[in-house]
């Protein structure tokens, strides 16, 4: 089970972290991603971390000021969001799966999160 926290509100140039913490049954070995959906567009992938890798991967969504991380001990990934636009606004997921590959694809991760909606204003 995942369970993304963290949304909000906040205004243009402004900073929000996400929480994604899963519980239960979890693989040491798996892909924690981070996609979003802004409203009337597809889901995207923003960023994606092996628990047992210190490599994080970004999409275009995610490049330059986002950060992935990790807190293995806490079962959580977090996403560090930072400068913040106004087409950032969307909901978050996380995603869980196992792949050697494609960490970037919707279809690899087996597990989501409920989202968590962060609004931009500008």
């Known amino acids: 089970q995942l369970q993304a926290s963290g949304g909000g509100l906040v205004q243009a140039g402004g900073s929000l972290r996400l929480s994604c913490r899963a519980s239960?049954?979890?693989?040491?070995?798996?892909?924690m991603g981070w996609f979003r959906q802004a409203p009337g567009k597809e889901r995207e992938f923003v960023a994606a971390?092996?628990?047992?890798?210190?490599?994080?991967y970004y999409g275009d969504a995610g490049k330059g000021r986002f950060t992935i991380s990790r807190d293995n001990a806490k079962n959580t990934v977090y996403l560090q969001m930072n400068s913040l636009k106004p087409e950032d606004t969307a909901v978050y997921y996380c995603?869980?799966?196992?792949?050697?590959?494609?960490?970037?694809?919707?279809?690899?991760?087996?597990?989501w999160g409920q989202g968590t909606l962060v609004t931009v204003s500008s």
């Open positions: 239960g049954r979890t693989f040491s070995d798996s892909v």
């Open positions: 971390i092996r628990w047992l890798s210190d490599s994080p």
């Open positions: 995603a869980s799966g196992m792949m050697d590959y494609g960490l970037s694809l919707q279809s690899k991760y087996d597990y």
